[in-house]
């Protein structure tokens, strides 16, 4: 039996491609065997976030805080802004307590914090010896602090002299004399106190103990009570006003 396939039909048949050497690649009529497509003539534009509304902006906002959460803290420190300062003693001063290991300022706020003391009446926090730590508050914060302390069997050190060159702990100061030593632990004291001036609230303060701290070694060191003793802002405005005069 034989089979008779005519002309028409063979010619319909594919036939294998042949390779051109002159031939580009990309040339290439076959759009399968194109790696690259030309580039479009018409970029797209770039996509635009969508904008958000002005009433998406104010859902999103913080919401009002909820009056039953806030604390009794919280409550007095806004009772305390919508009223005139109370009449009492005015200035800071330093309580003075013992500690048995190194700590941060942070630290020591926290601590303070959770034995229910006010952090936000601590102003500053120092570390004028190796045992002991500093923290500087209102006069009027002063006995609620200590009761806080005695009532969590923390003892509050009485009569500290942060000016004493024996708490001086740095070796470099051991072959100093005596005058030099009280000199270097006095300087040490007026830096804590510079540092301490970025935390009062009051800027008359700030100014006048840094128009002190200026003048200081020109005229001589104040009375060790104005040191040692609560800043008193009448008292220290007095003595600057005395010393300007010598000036």
């Given at each position: 039996?034989?089979?008779?396939?005519?002309?028409?039909?063979?010619?319909?048949?594919?036939?294998?491609?042949?390779?051109?050497?002159?031939?580009?690649?990309?040339?290439?009529?076959n759009?399968?065997?194109?790696?690259?497509?030309?580039p479009?003539?018409?970029?797209?534009?770039?996509?635009r976030?969508?904008?958000?509304?002005?009433?998406?902006?104010?859902?999103?906002?913080?919401?009002v805080?909820?009056?039953?959460?806030?604390?009794?803290?919280?409550?007095?420190?806004?009772?305390?802004?919508?009223?005139?300062?109370?009449?009492?003693?005015?200035?800071?001063?330093?309580?003075?307590?013992?500690?048995?290991?190194?700590?941060?300022?942070?630290?020591v706020?926290?601590?303070?914090?959770?034995?229910?003391?006010?952090?936000?009446r601590?102003?500053?926090v120092?570390?004028?010896?190796?045992n002991?730590?500093?923290?500087?508050v209102?006069?009027?914060?002063?006995?609620?602090?200590?009761?806080?302390?005695?009532?969590?069997?923390?003892?509050?050190?009485?009569?500290?002299?942060?000016?004493?060159?024996?708490?001086?702990?740095?070796?470099?100061?051991?072959?100093?004399?005596?005058?030099?030593?009280?000199?270097?632990?006095f300087?040490?004291?007026?830096?804590r106190?510079?540092?301490?001036?970025?935390?009062?609230?009051?800027?008359?303060?700030?100014?006048?103990?840094?128009?002190?701290?200026t003048?200081?070694?020109?005229?001589?060191?104040?009375?060790?009570?104005?040191?040692?003793?609560?800043?008193?802002?009448?008292?220290?405005?007095?003595?600057?006003?005395?010393?300007?005069?010598?000036?």
């Open positions: 039996m034989s089979v008779c396939v005519s002309n028409s039909t063979l010619n319909k048949v594919p036939q294998p491609l042949k390779r051109n050497p002159n031939q580009v690649f990309n040339s290439n009529p759009p399968i065997l194109q790696l690259h497509s030309p479009n003539k018409h970029p797209m534009p770039p996509k976030l969508p904008t958000n509304s002005w009433t998406e902006v104010i859902k999103r906002s913080k919401k805080r909820n009056p039953a959460d806030v604390t009794d803290k919280h409550r007095q420190a806004i009772t305390r802004g919508f009223n005139l300062a109370p009449e009492g003693p005015k200035g800071y001063t330093t309580v003075y307590f013992n500690r048995s290991r190194r700590f941060t300022r942070t630290e706020r926290n601590n303070l914090h959770l034995i229910k003391a006010d952090a936000s601590i102003i500053d120092t570390f004028p010896a190796r002991i730590i500093g923290v500087l209102h006069l009027q914060y002063k006995d609620n602090l200590v009761s806080i302390l005695t009532k969590n069997n923390i003892n509050v050190v009485e009569g500290f002299d942060p000016t004493d060159p024996k708490h001086l702990a740095d070796p470099k100061f051991k072959e100093m004399s005596l005058s030099k030593r009280e000199d270097a632990a300087d040490l004291q007026i830096n106190c510079a540092k301490s001036l970025v935390y009062l609230a009051n800027r008359r303060s700030r100014l006048l103990l840094l128009l002190l701290i003048f200081w070694k020109m005229v001589g060191p104040p009375l060790n009570t104005l040191i040692l003793s609560p800043l008193s802002i009448t008292s220290l405005a007095l003595w600057f006003q005395e010393k300007l005069w010598l000036i």
